[in-house]
């Protein structure tokens, strides 16, 4: 007898390839004619910005650049000035098992910034850029949940459901904000002497098919006030919600979503309304790798009373379960600082790569503080912290996925120099991962002996005993059990007894 499963295939992405690790690219900068010497480093910073990525056989390539800031001392004394440069960075990775059709997701995230004096003209910049690569290729997860002849052969099948929540979809949109920012309640504004851009990621949401992103753009500036020419700083942020089609219809979609800039243009000019302030042009590509909460109906066990049965069993590894919070860090540290620090202009942070092992969640942190000695002059001061705290896991679950989304550092003058406070708050993701079996393939292996079966026997259920396990043990169906015995639903109580009449 010749038995055909009955199979179910469901559309899902496969992680393929995965790459974590720092890039580091160093530029030459000669300073321009028209600024003075460089006597003295203030601070450097950069933005990140992806240009491109492509997936070919075997192999993913990234371009990408850090737009870099760098305050200095001129030589001689006078107002600080700022020294603008791009560093490239161009990434060609080996990944086997990669083709053209997969979907890659990027993240970048700049760890380091450092502006080392050649001499009075030259500087030398460096960058690092923690790099996350994740390619996904198309697949079809396939299960078995029943046999087409179960009925005719009599072959009692139990089919079972489990919940998994497998990546259903990897999309990508890129979307373009503006903004104006005026100066209200500060001083306005003469020059901008710095500014960074971090992209902070929201809440999502689906409704339908249709993936609900929210976040925002923070704009930090350090600028030269009119008039007076008081060092200032100021924050601002720009919220976005993007919509995006997955194809499919979303139960209770779980999805990480990593946004990053192609582009930015920030510049002082005058506003709709004719003050004086900035304008902002954010170019921007959100990508997001949805999981969803599916049920699988699989075939777990079966018998026949009349023929013997030959099972092949496969175990399926599943993603059962996905839930995502926001878990508070703090770190603290006393900074050395000479000079003195008469008041705090800005706290410049810059986090690492976050990372989770042994249920604790850990990130680096560098922070840069730029501040006014007393008598004036313009200092900076840096130190290197670990804001670290509990993951909070609970039991069977791991961190799928831990990033930061957002960092805060405040400081104030101390005795010997600063005191240093960060806060950072991790995004976890936590699942919980199950194996799950079922029967692969089924063949006919020959006429059972009934000839020793009785016809009819009495057993006390025992706990944790169902009418398709005492069905399967005694030769019978949970049907017949149930007839027998006037049963009107399969819950059984311990402790009664059963006729169970055998199919012979």
Same mark, same amino acid.
């Given at each position: 007898?010749?038995?055909?499963?009955?199979?179910?295939?469901?559309?899902?992405?496969?992680?393929?390839?995965?790459?974590?690790?720092?890039?580091?690219?160093?530029?030459?900068?000669?300073?321009?004619?028209?600024?003075?010497?460089?006597?003295?480093? $203030? &601070?450097?910073?950069?933005?990140?910005?992806?240009? %491109?990525? *492509?997936?070919?056989?075997?192999?993913?390539?990234?371009?990408?650049?850090?737009?870099?800031?760098?305050?200095?001392?001129?030589?001689? !004394?006078?107002?600080?000035?700022?020294? %603008?440069?791009?560093?490239?960075?161009?990434?060609?990775?080996?990944?086997?098992?990669?083709?053209?059709?997969?979907?890659?997701? &990027?993240?970048? +995230?700049?760890?380091?910034?450092?502006?080392?004096?050649?001499?009075?003209?030259?500087?030398?910049?460096?960058?690092?850029?923690?790099?996350?690569?994740?390619?996904?290729?198309?697949?079809?997860?396939?299960?078995? +949940?029943?046999?087409? *002849?179960?009925?005719?052969?009599?072959?009692?099948?139990?089919?079972?459901?489990?919940?998994?929540? @497998?990546?259903?979809?990897?999309?990508?949109?890129?979307?373009?904000?503006?903004? *104006?920012?005026?100066?209200?309640?500060?001083? @306005?504004?003469?020059? &901008?002497?710095?500014?960074?851009?971090?992209?902070?990621?929201?809440?999502?949401?689906?409704?339908?098919?249709?993936?609900?992103?929210?976040?925002?753009?923070?704009?930090?500036? $350090?600028? *030269?006030?009119?008039?007076?020419?008081? $060092? &200032?700083?100021?924050?601002?942020?720009?919220?976005?919600?993007?919509?995006?089609? #997955?194809?499919?219809?979303?139960?209770?979609?779980?999805?990480?979503?990593?946004?990053?800039?192609?582009?930015?243009?920030?510049?002082?000019?005058?506003?709709?309304?004719?003050?004086?302030?900035?304008?902002?042009?954010?170019?921007?590509?959100?990508?997001?790798?949805?999981?969803?909460?599916?049920?699988?109906?699989?075939?777990?066990? +079966?018998?026949?009373?009349?023929?013997?049965?030959?099972?092949?069993?496969?175990?399926?590894?599943?993603?059962?379960?996905?839930?995502?919070?926001?878990?508070?860090?703090?770190?603290?540290?006393?900074?050395?600082?000479?000079?003195?620090?008469?008041?705090?202009?800005?706290?410049?942070?810059?986090? !690492?790569?976050?990372?989770?092992?042994?249920?604790?969640?850990?990130?680096?942190?560098?922070?840069?503080?730029?501040?006014?000695? @007393?008598?004036?002059?313009?200092?900076?001061?840096?130190?290197?912290?670990?804001?670290?705290?509990?993951?909070?896991?609970?039991?069977?679950?791991?961190?799928?996925?831990?990033? #930061?989304?957002?960092?805060?550092?405040?400081?104030?003058?101390?005795?010997?120099?600063?005191?240093?406070?960060?806060? $950072?708050?991790?995004?976890?993701?936590?699942?919980?991962?199950?194996?799950?079996?079922?029967?692969?393939?089924? %063949?006919?292996?020959?006429?059972?002996?009934?000839?020793?079966?009785?016809?009819?026997?009495?057993?006390?259920?025992?706990?944790?005993?169902?009418?398709?396990?005492?069905?399967?043990?005694?030769?019978?169906?949970?049907?017949?059990?149930?007839?027998?015995?006037?049963?009107?639903?399969?819950?059984?109580? @311990?402790?009664?007894?059963?006729?169970?009449?055998?199919?012979?």
């Amino acid at each position: 007898m010749e038995l055909t499963m009955k199979r179910e295939r469901l559309g899902c992405y496969e992680r393929v390839f995965e790459y974590c690790a720092p890039a580091e690219e160093a530029v030459e900068t000669v300073v321009p004619d028209t600024m003075p010497d460089v006597e003295r480093v $203030l &601070c450097a910073e950069g933005t990140a910005i992806i240009r %491109s990525k *492509e997936v070919q056989e075997g192999r993913v390539s990234i371009t990408a650049g850090v737009a870099a800031t760098v305050l200095y001392s001129p030589e001689g !004394g006078g107002a600080v000035r700022r020294l %603008s440069a791009a560093v490239p960075f161009s990434l060609s990775l080996d990944a086997p098992g990669v083709t053209a059709d997969c979907a890659a997701v &990027c993240m970048l +995230c700049v760890t380091g910034m450092e502006a080392r004096v050649l001499n009075p003209r030259k500087l030398l910049i460096r960058a690092v850029l923690s790099v996350r690569v994740e390619c996904y290729a198309q697949r079809e997860l396939e299960t078995v +949940c029943g046999v087409e *002849e179960a009925e005719e052969a009599g072959i009692e099948t139990l089919v079972e459901t489990r919940t998994a929540a @497998p990546v259903t979809s990897v999309r990508e949109k890129t979307f373009t904000l503006m903004d *104006e920012y005026r100066f209200e309640g500060m001083p @306005p504004a003469a020059e &901008c002497l710095w500014h960074s851009v971090t992209v902070a990621p929201g809440a999502v949401r689906s409704v339908g098919s249709k993936l609900i992103m929210g976040g925002s753009v923070r704009l930090a500036v $350090l600028y *030269e006030a009119e008039g007076t020419g008081e $060092l &200032c700083s100021a924050s601002f942020e720009t919220e976005f919600s993007q919509m995006m089609d #997955t194809e499919s219809e979303l139960s209770a979609p779980d999805a990480t979503v990593y946004t990053l800039l192609t582009a930015e243009y920030v510049d002082l000019s005058a506003l709709s309304g004719g003050e004086r302030g900035i304008t902002a042009e954010y170019h921007l590509v959100s990508q997001a790798v949805v999981s969803d909460s599916v049920r699988l109906s699989l075939l777990t066990d +079966c018998y026949c009373n009349s023929r013997e049965l030959v099972t092949e069993r496969t175990e399926l590894a599943l993603v059962s379960e996905r839930r995502r919070r926001l878990v508070r860090a703090e770190a603290r540290e006393n900074v050395q600082a000479a000079p003195a620090c008469a008041e705090v202009l800005r706290v410049l942070l810059r986090p !690492g790569e976050a990372e989770s092992e042994g249920g604790e969640l850990r990130c680096p942190v560098s922070a840069t503080v730029l501040y006014r000695s @007393p008598d004036g002059e313009l200092c900076s001061a840096s130190a290197r912290l670990t804001a670290s705290t509990r993951a909070e896991l609970g039991e069977g679950e791991y961190a799928a996925m831990v990033r #930061t989304a957002s960092a805060e550092g405040f400081a104030a003058p101390a005795s010997g120099g600063l005191e240093l406070r960060v806060t $950072l708050d991790f995004e976890l993701a936590a699942a919980r991962r199950g194996n799950a079996q079922q029967i692969a393939s089924l %063949s006919d292996g020959g006429e059972a002996d009934t000839s020793l079966r009785p016809s009819v026997t009495a057993v006390r259920a025992a706990a944790g005993d169902t009418l398709w396990a005492l069905g399967k043990r005694y030769h019978s169906t949970a049907g017949l059990i149930a007839s027998a015995n006037g049963l009107t639903d399969a819950e059984i109580e @311990p402790g009664t007894v059963l006729l169970i009449p055998a199919v012979k």
